[in-house]
C-alpha cells in the first residue's frame, strides 16, 4: 500500500520561513499529482499549492509570492518551502497525492487520493 509522511512542521515567528517535506512509500511506479492543505483551527480544508509531474504548479491566492512547491519524482517526494509566514498560515499541513501508479503482480494499478497524516505549523506574531 501507499503510505505518505510528511515532516518539518514546527513553531516559528511571523516572517520566518519553514520547509514542509513529504515522502510516499510503497510500490509506487509514479504519482501525477502531489499536493499540500492546510485546515485551521474551525475552518475547512483548503489546497495550498499541487503540482503534476510534469512540473505545472498552482498556488491558494493566499501564498502566492510566499510558498513554493517542488517535487522530486524519482525520490516520490514533494516539498514546500514557505517563507514571509504569517500568523493566519497556522494549520495542520496536509500532504496529498493522487492518480498513482502501483506494482502489482506481474501488473499495476491505479490508486486515488491518499493522504498524510499532517503536520502542524505554527506562526506567532
Known amino acids: 500500500q501507499v503510505q505518505l509522511v510528511e515532516s518539518g512542521g514546527g513553531l516559528v515567528q511571523a516572517g520566518g520561513s519553514l520547509r514542509l517535506s513529504c515522502a510516499a512509500s510503497?510500490?509506487?511506479?509514479?504519482?501525477?499529482?502531489m499536493g499540500w492543505y492546510r485546515q485551521a483551527p474551525g475552518k475547512q480544508r483548503e489546497l495550498v499549492a499541487g503540482?503534476?509531474?510534469?512540473?505545472?504548479?498552482n498556488y491558494a491566492d493566499s501564498v502566492k509570492g510566499r510558498f513554493t512547491i517542488s517535487r522530486d519524482n524519482a525520490k516520490n517526494t514533494v516539498y514546500l518551502q514557505m517563507n514571509s509566514l504569517k500568523p493566519e498560515d497556522t494549520a495542520v499541513y496536509y500532504c496529498?497525492?493522487?492518480?498513482?501508479?502501483?506494482?502489482?503482480?506481474?501488473?499495476?494499478?491505479?490508486?486515488?487520493?491518499?493522504w498524510g497524516k499532517g503536520t502542524l505549523v505554527t506562526v506567532s506574531s
Open positions: 496529498n497525492a493522487d492518480s498513482i501508479a502501483i506494482a502489482g503482480p506481474g501488473t499495476h494499478y491505479y490508486g486515488w487520493d491518499y
Open positions: 503540482i503534476t509531474s510534469g512540473g505545472s504548479t
Open positions: 510503497g510500490s509506487i511506479l509514479s504519482v501525477n499529482v
